[in-house]
């Protein structure tokens, strides 16, 4: 049985920082990529992080810059460091690997 379980995320105000965590069950952890996704409210669900098994990253304009995506391959965890957070920034996160996906987590970032 495959189990993405997510946590962090909460309430921050402008220009904080919040740090996502995957954990992963069930998967071949270190051949997998592995992503995080939001979805602001009223909008659609959107990749903005993205990491290979070979360590390689990708980040959406939005967030470059400000989020790093992480892989502990001996904890089969994947992380996402939010820094500098904006209200845009506001979202449920998912993180997603081998088509499966998380339970979601809010986060809310107040001006």
């Known amino acids: 049985q495959v189990q993405l379980e997510e946590s962090g995320g909460g309430l921050v105000q402008a220009g904080g920082s919040l740090r996502h965590s995957c954990a992963v069950s069930?998967?071949?952890?270190?051949?997998?990529?592995g992503g995080w996704y939001r979805q602001p409210p009223g909008k659609e669900r959107e990749l903005v992080a993205a990491?290979?098994?070979?360590?390689?990253?990708w980040y959406s304009n939005s967030v470059k810059g400000r989020f790093t995506i992480s892989r502990d391959n001996a904890k089969n965890t994947l992380y996402l460091q939010m820094n500098n957070l904006k209200p845009e920034d506001t979202a449920v996160y998912y993180c997603?690997?081998?088509?499966?996906w998380g339970q979601g987590t809010q986060v809310t970032v107040s001006s």
């Open positions: 997603a690997m081998g088509g499966f």
């Open positions: 069930g998967l071949t952890f270190g051949r997998n990529t």
């Open positions: 990491i290979h098994s070979n360590g390689s990253t």
